[in-house]
């Protein structure tokens, strides 16, 4: 039988790549996963090859900062690209760079990452992870010359797998996918995410067993009056929050400051204040989860708590903005987790109800400072639930949330990741100009434009044209549209003499019209169909004039936007 | 009719890619569980160097090191009971007692039948004098799942629970936990009589003397098991019994020793006893009342706001001493009963008044009253 060679059709085509992209996405997801496992193991293997089981006063001094002198060079020049958390980069490279990301991203800061903070810089492993997994969802985008769209939509997939695997925690990645890295909770790409996240989560599990992060015991909210000492925990944690993040800006600033020749030992600078913290306060060494496990089971004096905040917040901001690779992801829950168990501890000495254990606080605190600094509070929420499989801390945790959010955005309103970009002199869209390319017709549209009645004299029709200026006449009234005249047809009836015969003999129906919900993109393609005036019309009754889309109202409203930035 | 094909290269290459792709995951993947499992090796080796260190550093009485070390040997290897149990026992031991607790009720919702942690749990809560919680924990353990051969552990650790409980004057409680105890006890006289003594603490002297009997006919000559049958016997009212037990003890401590010697007076100093001759009756009703008498008057002295209640009491007494001759004993049998209720009332005030009597002979009086009067 001879099989004839027939070119596919469009619709074959894009059924077929989306069938390969899901392929794709599975096994982008798997290896996100992989990179992120061997991530944290080589950190493990690192930090013990560098401190042994009980490290001496002279390595603990010493370690750090040799090891950011070989890091500071390869940072400065090999890697430049990797420094810090690595998820600012990723956004970047999503919003700015058409998801393309460099091979030598993922390597960089696989081994400046497992350097950093295998040598006990104070940072979390979490930010490098997603950069690693974006960053090989890229290259692995590149290397099979997917389209320019597929390869973007790499990045968050990649992003979102790694994270999965990094934090056992599934949902809370696809949260931060879509939150952070996408900035749109609604985006197309939630089910390549979910996919990838999964089988990134599977993976993890099938090596590492199904360990959660952090072992924290049922907790629930004991008093209804309680809610209130949550929320006072959100308060301090927005306030903690802000001043963490406006710290590290000014630190990383004052070293940007330096000259650029100096880049190179910037890092080693922060080794050894890090080496001279940690011969005082050896827990704040790397990611510091056990710590942080120990206060999520009130396992931990207040004293002991305070001591561990102080030292947590010098450490990574110094480790931070000196210039090494490691994120503030792990160090926000770190802070937070120590608040919550402080203000847990005060509360449980001056509350006049029944209170929860101090671990109850921690993990409300935990949540908090992360949406407080990260500002990503659905992550957040989403995160501890996966953490404690337990929906009774959920609304203090909201609560708690919300507050510390609120407060940290009004008195910083760029979020850190992006204000790390703009002290780098890059800018994201910001979210106003996101929500501005998701306008809709009802944005878009001059809802005053008159219309005239069927019965009016092309003459009569003809002056409103000029004194308007539009390029065609709507014919009708607001609840009955009749149709549209476009202004060449109105002139040639004109001049052949018509000019007191009425509009309605001339009115073509408004089959080319938008609805209200429209987004700016149909609403263009149609508006270039049109006569130069697109009519809006109600969903529910398609004859009911709701306004008309043209070219003056569409930069009437751009001029208000640009005006109001 | 010919199927539509499409292109075959394009085909290829992602075909190929993907299989490829999926090659270095495969490797990849292999190759990170080789590591994990080496660095899991790893961390169970240095949990295992951390807790040998935690040991050691706990038994040196260095307890906050001590929970130092134990803490990286537990979080280094979760999965370990041992270390986490001996790390709530450093904590505890450093005072942190709410943190051991914690530890052990994080550790209880993993393995919640293990009869360790319970008992690691209870022992907290008696420390922290917390009966209701180390009972039930207690019982938790005592219905946990043991390993064989800890019978006699789990034997033991009902026994700590009645003393806990004894201690706590949860008798009610504790007679439960006796009786529990005494249906799975080594049939050896050492068992019998620690049951027995149980049950004589948690006030079941009918019960005790049971057991005391078992042991008694496992070794006769067991000292503790005739102490304890006699003061069994005694609080059972049967004061010759308990004299029979007591007499062939070799030893008596001093409060045996008092027993056995009241015991011995309320059977020689009944006036209501049977078989006796009437001047012997005469004789000990004498006595009775001339004791009873020195101790209103002794009372007096001490307790002379007693004096509306005691009084009456003396002058009754008083009368009855010269009232009683032999006549009048074999012409009213019934003043003897008489006598015998006005000495136990006057030994009863007096003791209202002034406190339970120290001395033998009132103590006697009291029982020997208490013995004719019945239950109240």
Request: hydrophobic residues 35%.
């Given at each position: 039988m001879t099989r004839l060679k027939v070119p596919l059709t469009p619709q074959q085509l894009r059924l077929r790549e989306n069938q390969i992209f899901l392929a794709l996405t599975i096994v982008i997801g798997v290896l996100a996963g992989l990179s992120a496992v061997l991530f944290t193991l080589a950190i493990g293997v690192a930090s013990r090859a560098f401190f042994g089981l009980q490290p001496s006063w002279t390595r603990l001094l010493l370690v750090p900062p040799a090891v950011s002198l070989v890091t500071g060079f390869l940072l400065y020049r090999?890697?430049?690209?990797?420094?810090?958390?690595?998820i600012p980069q990723t956004e970047v490279a999503f919003h700015l760079d058409g998801g393309v990301i460099p091979p030598s991203v993922p390597f960089g800061k696989f081994l400046t990452g497992v350097l950093c903070i295998g040598s006990g810089h104070s940072m979390g492993r979490e930010g490098p992870s997603v950069q690693i997994g974006a960053g090989i969802a890229s290259v692995i985008g590149q290397w099979l010359r997917l389209s320019p769209e597929r390869v973007k939509e790499l990045v968050p997939v990649g992003a979102a797998a790694a994270l999965s695997a990094a934090f056992n925690t599934p949902v809370a990645a696809v949260m931060f996918a879509l939150e952070e890295?996408?900035?749109?909770?609604?985006?197309?790409l939630l089910g390549s995410t979910v996919v990838a996240s999964v089988a990134s989560v599977i993976v993890e599990r099938s090596i590492l067993g199904n360990e959660p992060l952090f072992h924290v015991p049922v907790y629930h909210l004991?008093?209804?009056?309680?809610l209130v000492a949550y929320a006072a925990l959100g308060i301090v944690g927005g306030v903690v929050s802000l001043g963490f993040s406006r710290g590290l800006l000014w630190l990383r600033a004052t070293f940007r400051r330096l000259p650029a020749s100096s880049q190179v030992v910037q890092p080693a600078i922060g080794g050894l204040a890090i080496g001279v913290l940690l011969l005082f306060v050896?827990?704040?060494?790397?990611?510091?989860y056990d710590s942080v496990d120990q206060a999520l089971n009130g396992g931990m004096l207040a004293g002991t708590m305070a001591v561990l905040l102080g030292a947590k917040l010098v450490g990574t901001t110094i480790s931070y903005a000196s210039g090494n690779a490691g994120g503030i992801f792990a160090p926000s829950l770190y802070i937070g987790a120590m608040v919550g168990g402080i203000v847990g501890t005060a509360v449980h000495w001056l509350a006049p109800f029944p209170t929860g254990d101090t671990g109850a606080y921690a993990l409300v605190g935990m949540g908090a400072l992360f949406a407080g600094i990260i500002r990503a509070p659905m992550t957040s929420v989403f995160m501890i639930f996966e953490i404690t499989q337990d929906y009774q801390i959920l609304v203090p945790l909201m609560v708690a949330n919300l507050l510390a959010f609120s407060i940290a955005r009004h008195y910083q309103p760029t979020p850190v990741y992006h204000a790390f970009l703009q002290q780098d002199d890059i800018h994201l869209p910001s979210a106003e100009a996101k929500a501005g390319i998701a306008r809709t017709a009802r944005d878009l549209m001059d809802a005053d434009l008159p219309t005239v009645s069927a019965t009016t004299t092309l003459e009569d029709a003809w002056m409103q044209l000029e004194r308007s200026g539009a390029r065609a006449v709507l014919v009708g009234t607001p609840d009955e549209l009749v149709g549209v005249v476009a202004r060449d047809e109105l002139e040639a009836a004109r001049e052949a003499g018509g000019q007191d015969g009425a509009i309605g003999l001339l009115v073509s129906p408004a089959d080319v019209h938008a609805h209200p919900d429209h987004p700016i993109d149909v609403v263009l393609e149609r508006l270039a169909e049109s006569h130069g005036v697109l009519p809006v019309v109600s969903r529910a009754n398609v004859r009911r004039f709701e306004g008309a889309v043209t070219a003056d109202s569409i930069l009437r409203v751009a001029r208000r936007g640009s005006a109001a930035q | 009719m010919p199927l539509p094909d499409i292109n075959p290269r394009l085909v290829q290459r992602e075909v190929v890619l993907l299989v490829a792709l999926a090659l270095v995951a495969s490797v990849a993947f292999v190759f990170t569980r080789e590591v994990a499992k080496r660095q899991h090796d790893t961390n169970l080796s240095d949990a295992a160097e951390w807790f040998a260190i935690g040991e050691r550093q706990l038994d040196e009485g260095h307890a906050a090191a001590a929970v130092a070390s134990l803490r990286h040997a537990s979080s280094r290897s979760r999965d370990n009971r041992h270390y986490t149990l001996t790390l709530a026992r450093a904590l505890a031991a450093n005072g942190q007692v709410e943190e051991a607790r914690t530890v052990l009720l994080a550790l209880r919702e993993i393995v919640p039948d293990d009869p360790d942690v319970s008992i690691a749990l209870a022992r907290l809560a008696a420390a922290r004098q917390d009966v209701t919680e180390a009972q039930r924990f207690y019982q938790n353990a005592l219905y946990g799942i043991w390993t064989p051969g800890r019978e006699d552990e789990r034997l033991r650790l009902r026994v700590e629970l009645i003393r806990l409980l004894l201690q706590h004057e949860e008798r009610g409680r504790a007679l439960s936990e006796v009786v529990a105890l005494s249906t799975n006890l080594a049939d050896t006289a050492p068992a019998h009589t620690e049951a027995g003594q149980l049950f004589l603490a948690a006030g079941d002297p009918e019960r005790a003397l049971d057991q005391f009997s078992r042991a008694l006919e496992l070794s006769p000559e067991d000292d503790d098991a005739l102490a304890g049958a006699g003061e069994a016997a005694f609080l059972r009212g049967d004061y010759a019994g308990a004299q029979r037990y007591f007499s062939r003890a070799s030893a008596l401590s001093g409060r045996l020793g008092e027993l056995s010697a009241v015991a011995r007076l309320v059977l020689t100093q009944d006036?209501?006893?049977?078989?006796?001759t009437l001047a012997a009756r005469r004789s000990r009703l004498e006595a009775a009342v001339s004791r009873s008498t020195a101790r209103l008057e002794q009372c007096l002295v001490t307790r002379p706001a007693a004096a509306s209640s005691l009084e009456p009491l003396h002058a009754e007494l008083a009368r009855l001493t010269t009232s009683i001759d032999n006549r009048a004993l074999r012409d009213q049998p019934e003043l003897v009963d008489h006598g015998v209720d006005l000495v136990y009332r006057a030994q009863r005030a007096a003791a209202d008044a002034c406190?339970?009597?120290?001395?033998t002979e009132d103590r006697a009086l009291l029982l020997v009253g208490e013995r004719h009067r019945g239950p109240a």
């Open positions: 090999y890697f430049p690209g990797v420094r810090g958390s690595g890295i996408i900035g749109d909770m609604n985006a197309t004991v008093h209804p009056a309680e050896p827990e704040v060494m790397g990611v510091g | 006036p209501l006893a049977p078989r006796l406190g339970e009597p120290r001395d």
